[in-house]
């Protein structure tokens, strides 16, 4: 039996539809059921509930062989720690409990930073907290997922325009979320492998915002560019939507450090480099939504 947490969402929905693709036993922890396709539930053992539930984690992880570990944003968090760390005490209780041999989870790069690095310094928390139940892991160790410029469909296309605050010209790896499942579902599949690893997954190449522009211009057919914003006034800005002021800060701290190189440690291989490049993922996801958009 593998778990899956976080079934409905980007990573979690690619990891689940792989493995009842291969034939796998499969049981999801989901708030809510009906947001799984009816195709879906009908070959999925449900436990309803959220994954940082005490009651609803010792339900999941009984007799479980494999668990995928994701921890759901949080944007109302009082710190950023309590998102990632906190989110995961009881799952951790659990899987000890439960004796559950393997976890393979959502992380990112950044192993060995010393500065804070916001979301990534609180995900590296969590990794070490699941490393301390002695289970074998593999934390699948991510930059920034394309899948964010998702977030920017409506100013592509009124405006042909993203926008970010990293500098234009910076090249750093992305990763599309689809490899990310991919990946993860591989290792869950695979009952062979024992110990504690991270496992980066640097996409297929490093792009700057400026390249990813001149992409979408030739995909899209139409003029993109981007824009670089100030991270005070991006922070304020999402505050106003409702987000924490922790975790606005812990943004725009990440972003900080993926500046100063937090994305770039880990040298790029053949085991480490992901199929999808920006311009197929901007094909085949981006563009349909952004012709999509409004309809």
Do not use: C
């Not at 990891?15 to 947001?35: N, T």
């Not at 479980?64 to 760390?85: C, H, K």
């Not at 070490?128 to 899948?147: C, H, K, Q, V, Y």
């Amino acid at each position: 039996m593998i778990v899956v947490t976080a079934p409905t969402s980007q990573i979690g929905s690619e990891v689940l539809r792989r493995l009842l693709q291969g034939g796998e036993a499969v049981r999801v922890v989901v708030r809510d059921p009906a947001r799984l396709p009816d195709e879906v539930r009908d070959r999925v053992e449900v436990v309803q509930g959220t994954h940082a539930d005490p009651a609803v984690v010792d339900r999941a992880f009984d007799g479980a062989e494999a668990l995928f570990w994701l921890v759901p944003a949080a944007p109302t968090a009082p710190t950023i720690y309590d998102a990632y760390v906190g989110f995961a005490l009881p799952a951790a209780d659990a899987i000890v409990r439960h004796r559950v041999p393997r976890v393979v989870s959502v992380s990112a790069l950044g192993a060995g930073v010393q500065t804070f690095a916001g979301h990534v310094s609180a995900t590296l928390a969590m990794d070490a907290l699941i490393r301390s139940t002695g289970t074998s892991t593999r934390e699948l160790a991510n930059p920034s997922f394309m899948d964010n410029m998702l977030r920017d469909v409506v100013s592509i296309r009124d405006r042909g325009v993203f926008s970010g605050t990293l500098p234009a010209d910076l090249a750093l790896p992305t990763v599309a979320t689809r490899d990310i499942g991919a990946a993860a579902a591989g290792l869950l599949a695979d009952h062979s492998w024992t110990g504690q690893q991270i496992a980066p997954l640097l996409g297929a190449e490093d792009l700057s915002p400026n390249d990813q522009a001149k992409i979408l211009t030739e995909v899209l057919g139409m003029p993109v560019r981007y824009e670089q914003g100030d991270r005070e006034a991006s922070k304020r800005r999402l505050m106003g939507f409702g987000m924490s002021e922790a975790v606005a800060g812990a943004l725009m701290a990440m972003d900080e450090a993926k500046e100063h190189g937090l994305d770039t440690a880990v040298p790029r291989m053949a085991a480490n480099t992901t199929p999808t490049t920006f311009r197929q993922w901007a094909t085949d996801v981006l563009k349909p939504a952004v012709e999509g958009t409004g309809r």
